[in-house]
């Protein structure tokens, strides 16, 4: 994606189901758990380089021996620096006691991080906050085993100031205002509620103090505690959590926006935020590979026993199609194809754009996650160039000669790759006033493969924000003089703030509602502005469930090719000597091409959840009210 957009998260949960020596004799080392993480959290990596997280428990460990690790980084390498801070740890525990190397019970007992319980996180820093006290998972600790819990999240809640309220309601005094913070203590509430209760139900049987806590273990209801916690969440979420005594959990928001993956064997049961982490790094086939579902929790227990629970009513699945667009990673069989349906679909607009004519057309895509979509969209080209070639033999059959056939067979889609970035180069970009010069070249160009006839068709992911295309790539591309430049988004027009987990919180950010506003001032319509203003500033104290989203008024004046041409005229400038087009995707070929994932909130406005409504609205209150602030 020519303009960077982070993500929130990954996840990573391992359970071993085997005892520790299992798994040094079949794969030649109890540390077998810690070699899987780190490879789901290098696999995972796309989903977060601003930190990460590892947390491990050791199960039926004798009272007074440590059965919690945890280590967390924001370093620039953050996964190599946690598993570099592990692998220290161990191998000084090793190197002073060289009779741990055979000995699984004694790595177990005296060798941090070794366990059977495994929670690994990576994140995006998308509120600007970087501190190592942000980075997952967070720990509550607590005497009793039990109460232990472990926290990790790949999520937004839109409504936290609400959550925070209800914990200070129940008598607590959260430490501050954070979705993982908020979330992790009210679950932490009603666990220390279910846990009391189990308790005194076991003194009520006649066990003593010590004896009830193995059967607390074995009793606690964790779907119960998870549906108690979660009345009012209002959010796109995939948590992980664990408990200290062993039972863990992976529990999912009830439109499926944030994504979650499971496998299990009679070794292990693993989760991640994708599925070909899990396939590859278990070597496991696809549809081994199953989805946890919106609204329920995978549960295991502390005994190795697994289900899934619904613990919220699922809503119409909403799962967010960026996934597929451009976030997950693309060796997923079903998003590989899907990528290059969407370059297919959006074949047919390209023609149009470049009067049909494909001899004098080179395609190309801004490196490196649209080159799927590239594929799917030379892939469509070529039908269309040989139904051309058909239909040309078919009416000149009586004529053709071999030469006259040759030629016409030799024709083909012209491909190069001309845009090429200079990573390096972005690491050295600051925020002073020099950086437009700097930005302007992020991209290298390929000279030598344009003539001056030619039409230049470039795909991208999506155009978010516009800015690396005005500052650079139109003007890169601008320089090997074709007749046009044909910029293709293989996601649709995004008009609305995310809140779900994808940083795109600023209305004023989007450049569709920019050029939307252009427009309004353009044709006297300007007044709408107002209107939507006071109609969102008069639900301010509405519930949720009676927000109206009224910030889709601002688009409705127009269709989506005018503010796509509007689009165009606003990322050109009059140095660029091409005709410069910007083609949308629509909503309706995005569907058709993921069709398991149709949460389209950013490019409709249909928010999945009640919180979108107002997280929108107050976006908007913010850009009229001058106000740098998040919606949420």
């Not at 889609?413 to 950086?435: C, G, M, N, Q, W």
């Not at 999506?462 to 003007?475: A, D, F, P, Q």
Request: net charge negative.
């Amino acid at each position: 994606m020519s303009d960077a957009l982070k993500h929130e998260c990954g996840i990573a949960l391992v359970r071993l189901l085997k005892p520790l020596e299992y798994y040094k004799e079949k794969y030649g080392s109890a540390f077998y758990g810690i070699q899987k993480m780190y490879l789901m959290m290098e696999k995972q990596h796309n989903r977060g380089q601003d930190g990460a997280g590892f947390a491990s428990i050791k199960l039926d460990v004798e009272p007074g021996e440590r059965y919690i690790s945890r280590v967390r980084s924001n370093q620039a390498q953050p996964i190599q620096d946690v598993f570099t801070q592990i692998n220290e740890r161990i191998n000084e525990e090793l190197t002073a006691n060289p009779e741990y190397a055979d000995d699984v019970a004694a790595q177990k007992k005296n060798i941090p991080y070794i366990g059977e319980l495994f929670l690994g996180h990576v994140r995006y820093g998308t509120f600007g906050k970087n501190s190592i006290e942000s980075v997952h998972p967070f720990l509550r600790q607590s005497n009793w085993m039990h109460r232990n819990l472990i926290l990790a999240g790949n999520f937004n809640m839109t409504n936290v100031k609400e959550l925070f309220q209800n914990l200070v309601e129940l008598g607590q005094h959260p430490k501050e205002m954070a979705d993982t913070v908020t979330v992790m203590e009210k679950i932490g509430h009603f666990l220390d509620k279910e846990v009391m209760q189990l308790y005194q139900d076991c003194k009520a049987e006649g066990y003593s103090k010590q004896e009830a806590s193995p059967v607390i273990a074995e009793r606690l209801d964790v779907a119960k505690i998870l549906a108690r916690s979660a009345k009012n969440l209002d959010g796109g979420y995939a948590m992980a959590g664990l408990l200290g005594h062993g039972d863990a959990f992976v529990f999912r928001d009830p439109a499926g926006i944030r994504p979650a993956y499971f496998y299990q064997d009679d070794e292990i049961v693993v989760v991640a935020s994708e599925r070909p982490v899990i396939q590859t790094v278990f070597n496991v086939p696809f549809d081994e590979v199953k989805e946890i579902d919106p609204g329920s929790a995978l549960i295991i227990k502390k005994n190795g026993a697994v289900s899934m629970k619904e613990i919220l009513t699922p809503t119409v699945k909403k799962a967010c199609s960026f996934e597929r667009i451009y976030f997950s990673r693309g060796s997923d069989a079903e998003i590989y194809q899907e990528r290059k349906n969407l370059g297919k679909l959006i074949l047919p607009a390209v023609l149009k754009a470049i009067d049909q004519d494909t001899d004098n057309t080179v395609f190309s895509y801004i490196p490196n996650t649209a080159e799927t979509s590239f594929f799917g969209l030379v892939e469509a080209a070529q039908d269309f160039l040989n139904q051309r070639k058909n239909n040309c033999i078919l009416e000149n059959r009586n004529t053709l000669t071999a030469e006259t056939l040759k030629e016409l067979l030799e024709v083909k889609i012209r491909t190069e790759k001309v845009a090429i970035k200079d990573a390096k180069l972005r690491t050295f970009i600051t925020a002073d006033d020099s950086r437009d010069d700097l930005v302007a070249h992020v991209y290298d160009v390929t000279y030598g493969v344009i003539k001056p006839e030619d039409n230049l068709v470039i795909i991208d992911d999506s155009i978010v924000r516009g800015t690396t295309l005005k500052k650079s790539i139109i003007k890169m591309m601008d320089r090997l003089n074709p007749k046009r430049i044909v910029i293709v988004s293989s996601a649709p027009q995004i008009r609305y703030p995310d809140c779900y987990g994808i940083d795109m919180a600023k209305l004023e950010g989007l450049v569709a509602f920019r050029a939307a506003l252009a427009l309004l001032k353009e044709r006297n319509l300007y007044h709408i502005v107002d209107e939507v203003y006071a109609k969102c500033k008069s639900q301010e104290d509405f519930k949720d469930v009676d927000v109206v989203n009224y910030v889709s008024a601002i688009y409705e004046p127009f269709t989506d090719q005018e503010i796509s041409d509007k689009i165009a005229e606003m990322l050109s400038s009059p140095e660029i000597k091409a005709e410069v087009k910007i083609i949308f995707q629509t909503v309706e070929d995005l569907h058709i091409a993921c069709p398991k994932n149709l949460g389209d909130w950013y490019f409709t406005g249909d928010y999945p959840t009640p919180g979108g409504n107002r997280v929108v609205n107050r976006a908007f209150m913010n850009f009229y009210e001058g106000k740098d602030a998040r919606a949420y």
